[in-house]
């Protein structure tokens, strides 16, 4: 079984900064790509950015120059650094891992739980 925990919402004013954590843990053998999404409420969850085990990466426009994400491949942890918050990022964001392989050879895509990040205006 593998598992996905995400860390470090909060709540933060206009203009600042979060940094979030999501580490990978169980019967891992690999993982591909990484990212993460988001859900503002009547919304529909989308993309916000994501990485390759190589670590090429994609972000949504509407994030582009103010987040990055990076990963850890020895920990199996990626990470989304948010700077230059808007009260428009306001969402639960969550990890994603869509090709994990275990330690049985089997792929599956796994999600975390979320994370609530709200940005006060």
Same mark, same amino acid.
Do not use: G, I
């Given at each position: 079984q593998v598992q996905l925990v995400e860390s470090g919402g909060g709540l933060v004013q206009a203009g600042g900064s979060l940094r979030l954590s999501c580490a990978a843990s169980g019967s891992i053998f690999s993982i591909n790509a990484m990212g993460w999404y988001r859900q503002a409420p009547g919304k529909q969850r989308e993309l916000v950015a994501a990485i390759t085990s190589g670590s090429n990466t994609n972000y949504a426009d509407s994030v582009k120059g103010r987040f990055t994400i990076s990963r850890d491949n020895a920990k199996n942890t990626v990470y989304l650094q948010m700077n230059s918050l808007k009260p428009e990022d306001?969402?639960?964001? &969550?990890?994603?891992?869509?090709?994990?392989?275990?330690? &049985?050879?089997l792929t599956r895509d796994y999600w975390g739980q979320g994370t609530q990040v709200t940005v006060s205006s």
């Open positions: 306001t969402a639960v964001y &969550y990890c994603n891992a869509p090709d994990v392989m275990d330690s &049985y050879f």
